[in-house]
């Protein structure tokens, strides 16, 4: 059994990773002795384990006087949960979550913004993954595509509307609150023609 990318349902971005630093977090000042920590809070799984090789492992093994360390979460609303229940005296730095739970966050006064003042390299970010409002910008786009199975279906799906003549019990979908199942479910309505 073969399975393929076939169709991307949508080329633009469909979500994204918000990058923000959290208010009133930091373990030490940058200019004591101690080794400071900076603790960042992000999806478990195959992300914690991709982003630290990728990323905070090679940070660390650069620095002497900084530390990141990763704290792992099943999905944004978990973390805007953890996030909310340490807002008077905060554990976590950085988050790494899905846009649109960053917004709420945002509007919650939970994150600080972000400057070129602060973070310098905010100006490398491409205008997509700049938040207008200056908090943390985008990191990462996700794209939802569709797998189909080869030797199964005999006509590649060309658009949404072929997958609601797939045979019974043969499409598979992110379902809300997955970021991809809200995505699917207005693009879905779009194509029946309800206006979400």
């Known amino acids: 059994m073969s399975f393929k990318t076939k ?4 080329s633009i971005a469909i979500s994204a990773l918000a990058l923000t630093a959290c208010s009133g977090a930091g373990a030490a000042e940058l200019g004591s002795s101690e080794v400071v920590e900076i603790r960042v809070l992000g999806y478990a799984a195959l992300f914690e384990d991709q982003y630290t090789t990728a ?11 900084i530390m990141v360390s990763f704290v792992p979460a099943q999905n ?6 953890k996030l909310r229940s340490e807002a008077s005296n905060p554990t976590i730095d950085v988050a790494i979550l899905d846009a649109s739970v960053a917004h709420t966050g945002n509007k919650e006064g939970l ?19 700049q ?11 996700d794209n939802l595509v569709v797998l ?49």
């Open 131 to 141: 938040n207008a409002d200056g908090y943390g910008p985008a990191v990462t786009f």
């Open 55 to 65: 990323v905070i492992d090679k940070f660390n093994e650069s620095q002497n006087g």
């Open 76 to 81: 944004s609303a978990e973390m805007l949960g």
């Open 148 to 196: 189909y199975n080869t030797s199964a279906v005999s006509k590649a799906p060309a658009g949404i509307a072929d997958l609601w003549d797939a045979p019974e019990n043969s499409v598979s979908i992110p379902a809300p609150p997955d970021i991809q199942g809200h995505t699917l479910t207005i693009l879905t309505a779009n194509n029946l023609g309800v206006d979400y």
């Open 7 to 10: 169709i991307g349902v949508s």
């Open 111 to 129: 994150f600080a913004k972000v400057s070129e003042e602060t973070v310098p390299n905010i100006a490398n970010v491409v205008e997509l993954g």
